[in-house]
């Protein structure tokens, strides 16, 4: 069981809300990713991490921002949500090669 | 565009058969890496392959990697139930970033 953490779990927010999807890892890892993935669908990057003080985009264009002050943490932040931000969000963390999953968020915005 | 593409979409079988996934992908790869994921949440990873390995194994699983075709095929022998699931190629094209390339997945029904 990978230690990487993710809340709220599932979230259901109105349309124009900022929201902050959390992500947490305790293994130490420099490395971390964002990933928007549609029910049944591939995996799309939109923000990763190099270390502290470091954010890059992904392939996907998304109106997401990240940060990341600590290395344990990489929050996603929402400025003003928008029903086709409906997903399920992933954050993961690698040392190396294999990537560790958190268990989601899956956001729905009405 | 995608780098990986999977083959079949959808596979359902019976518990006790074996089944193969295939994945093709377009550019050149460090590693390709297969991971599963259960209904609605994140990603397992599974095994990795690196690209001067042609085949590798663990447990019931068994890659092969053709980077001449630019394919890997995973293959689950004995499947039971729980090993009902999504399944996804990934490849490493070798940036800093360790960042992956998913593919579009392989559903994965095994009947009881």
């Known amino acids: 069981e990978a230690d990487i953490y993710q809340t709220p779990r599932y979230l259901v927010i109105g349309t124009g809300k900022k929201i902050t999807l959390e992500c947490s890892q305790t293994?130490?890892?420099?490395?971390m990713y964002w990933y928007q993935q549609d029910p049944g669908m591939e995996l799309h990057l939109i923000h990763y991490s190099y270390g502290v003080n470091s954010t890059e985009k992904g392939d996907l264009s998304s109106e997401s921002t990240v940060s990341r002050i600590r290395t344990e943490h990489f929050p996603l932040t929402l400025e003003s949500a928008r029903p086709s931000h409906t997903s399920q969000y992933l954050c993961?963390?690698?040392?190396?090669?294999?990537?560790?999953f958190g268990p989601g968020t899956r956001l729905t915005v009405t | 565009s995608q780098q990986g593409e999977e083959d079949p979409q959808a596979l359902s079988i019976q518990e006790g058969e074996n089944a193969t996934m295939n994945c093709s992908y377009k550019t050149s790869i460090n590693n390709l890496q297969w991971y599963r994921q259960n209904s609605g949440r994140g990603l397992v990873h599974l095994i990795l392959?690196?690209?001067?390995?042609r085949e590798k194994h663990s447990g019931r699983l068994r890659v092969t990697l053709d980077t001449s075709k630019k394919s890997s095929s995973l293959l689950i022998t004995a499947s039971r139930a729980a090993d009902t699931a999504s399944y996804f190629c990934a490849t490493d094209e070798g940036n800093a970033g360790n960042m992956l390339t998913f593919g579009g997945g392989t559903r994965l029904m095994v009947k009881p």
């Open positions: 993961a963390s690698t040392d190396r090669y294999e990537q560790y």
């Open positions: 392959i690196r690209s001067n390995e």
């Open positions: 293994m130490g890892h420099d490395k």
